[in-house]
């Protein structure tokens, strides 16, 4: 016979993560944690960024005078309009030659003859 102990529940902790975006733009060990936000009217929850003082969190960047809008378009990519596939290495250095981008190449038949993947960005 086992006995079980009803006990209250205690309020969530607050977990400490290190801010990943301030980290990849060279600003290590920004601690960051979660709050959770429910909206009353249609009950939907959402997340909030907050540092460990309490405040809202704010992510730094390499160069603060840049606004976040300024940011984004930074570190946009440019996206992939074309994909080609090529067996023959002449025709993949003459694209690469014309602007096209090496991805990757792999075996692809069974006579093992490697296909270099080429793409074209925006």
Request: hydrophobic residues 0%; charged residues 25%.
């Given at each position: 016979m086992?006995?079980?102990n009803k006990a209250e529940a205690s309020q969530p902790q607050k977990k400490m993560h290190e801010c990943t975006r301030c980290k990849s733009s060279g600003f290590p060990e920004q601690m960051i944690w979660f709050k959770k936000i429910e909206n009353g009217y249609d009950d939907k929850i959402s997340w909030k960024l907050m540092d460990g003082n309490g405040l809202d969190h704010v992510h730094k960047y390499g160069s603060q005078s840049t606004t976040k809008g300024e940011m984004?378009?930074?570190i946009r990519r440019k996206k992939i309009i074309d994909i080609f596939a090529v067996n023959d290495i002449d025709a993949a250095r003459k694209l690469l030659q014309e602007g096209w981008e090496?991805?990757?190449?792999?075996?692809a038949t069974l006579e093992n003859i490697p296909h270099y993947i080429l793409v074209k960005r925006d």
């Open positions: 086992s006995t079980y984004d378009q930074k090496y991805k990757t190449s792999y075996p």
